[in-house]
């Protein structure tokens, strides 16, 4: 997922968070042996060769990923899509279908080129935060990259996990219990963002946060907040009150949404 990915586990026995901490990493290898476009063997390549009409059967993990893709790129009215890059050879989006019966993915156009990358780390995050959860280790933090935090139960000696917005994180720094925060913005890797619905880079220039309860939605949306603008996003909003998106306005970040911003520290 050309990424690094953290575990801070709290209240536990080192030996015993040290080795579910690993079994966790070891989960990240294996999910993206399936969901990353740049291993040749994983199903995302070769979803990428089915012909219009064909099906392929799907792993659990990339089944389960694209559900939460779909229903990202639905709440979102287009403006989050794991097939945006096919614009750039293409002249208009793939389209596909799930078909839960079987579990399998069908090509109705298109070349189904599929980027994970604005949602494979979250979804990694809450597939380890299960495994933890399954070790009795409730009390976690993790982090994909910087840019999405999964929190669980927080340490015993304080009210949540401090992490912070902004390229150094020291800026607006939260208390996170039983969420996550996904950050997207053009600052480091440039206009990388395309809009789904015109192929063009997106136009936002400051960076977008996103609290979700989950850190696969979070990843998503945060991405999508590149696109969408704000009568947009209170379209979306109105679908989910779980969600908060946190926007920057020069050097402060402004919050759309109806739930409770987490506690500072």
Same mark, same amino acid.
């Given at each position: 997922?050309?990424?690094?990915?953290?575990?801070?586990?709290?209240?536990?026995?080192?030996?015993?968070?040290?080795?579910?901490?690993?079994?966790?990493?070891?989960?990240? %290898?294996?999910?993206?042996?399936?969901?990353?476009?740049?291993?040749?063997?994983?199903?995302?390549?070769?979803?990428?060769?089915?012909?219009?009409?064909?099906?392929?059967?799907?792993?659990?993990?990339?089944?389960?990923?694209? &559900?939460?893709?779909?229903?990202?790129?639905?709440?979102?009215?287009?403006?989050?899509?794991?097939?945006?890059?096919?614009?750039?050879?293409?002249?208009?989006?793939?389209?596909?279908?799930?078909? *839960? &019966? /079987?579990?399998?993915?069908?090509?109705?156009?298109?070349?189904?080129?599929?980027?994970? @990358?604005?949602?494979?780390?979250?979804?990694?995050?809450?597939?380890?935060? &299960?495994?933890?959860?399954?070790? %009795?280790?409730? #009390?976690?933090?993790?982090?994909?990259? @910087?840019?999405?935090?999964?929190?669980?139960?927080?340490?015993?000696? #304080?009210?949540?996990?401090?992490?912070?917005?902004?390229?150094?994180?020291?800026?607006?720094?939260?208390?996170?219990?039983?969420?996550?925060?996904?950050?997207?913005?053009?600052?480091?890797?440039?206009?990388?963002?395309?809009?789904?619905?015109?192929?063009?880079?997106?136009?936002?220039?400051?960076?977008?946060?996103?609290?979700?309860?989950?850190?696969?939605?979070?990843?998503?949306?945060?991405?999508?907040?590149?696109?969408? /603008?704000?009568?947009?996003?209170? %379209?979306?909003?109105?679908? %989910? *009150?779980?969600?908060?998106?946190?926007?920057?306005?020069?050097?402060? #970040?402004? *919050?759309?949404?109806?739930?409770?911003?987490?506690?500072?520290?």
């Amino acid at each position: 997922m050309a990424t690094f990915f953290e575990v801070r586990i709290a209240n536990e026995e080192r030996t015993y968070a040290a080795q579910a901490a690993q079994v966790a990493l070891d989960l990240v %290898d294996k999910l993206e042996s399936h969901l990353s476009r740049f291993r040749a063997n994983s199903e995302i390549t070769q979803i990428a060769q089915l012909l219009p009409g064909q099906q392929m059967r799907l792993s659990e993990p990339t089944f389960a990923c694209l &559900e939460v893709a779909r229903r990202i790129e639905l709440a979102t009215l287009g403006a989050f899509s794991v097939t945006a890059a096919a614009l750039q050879t293409q002249v208009s989006l793939p389209k596909w279908n799930l078909l *839960s &019966e /079987n579990s399998s993915i069908e090509c109705e156009s298109g070349k189904l080129l599929f980027d994970l @990358g604005a949602i494979g780390k979250g979804f990694a995050l809450d597939r380890m935060a &299960e495994i933890l959860c399954n070790w %009795d280790c409730p #009390a976690y933090l993790l982090v994909a990259g @910087g840019s999405s935090i999964l929190a669980g139960e927080p340490p015993s000696d #304080a009210q949540g996990w401090s992490c912070g917005l902004g390229e150094d994180n020291a800026s607006h720094r939260f208390m996170l219990t039983h969420t996550s925060l996904s950050g997207s913005g053009i600052a480091v890797k440039g206009n990388h963002i395309l809009n789904p619905r015109t192929g063009q880079p997106a136009l936002r220039t400051n960076r977008a946060w996103v609290l979700a309860d989950t850190a696969a939605e979070s990843d998503a949306l945060s991405t999508a907040c590149m696109v969408l /603008n704000e009568p947009e996003m209170e %379209d979306v909003l109105a679908q %989910d *009150s779980s969600w908060l998106f946190l926007l920057e306005d020069g050097e402060s #970040a402004r *919050s759309i949404g109806s739930r409770a911003l987490p506690p500072q520290g």
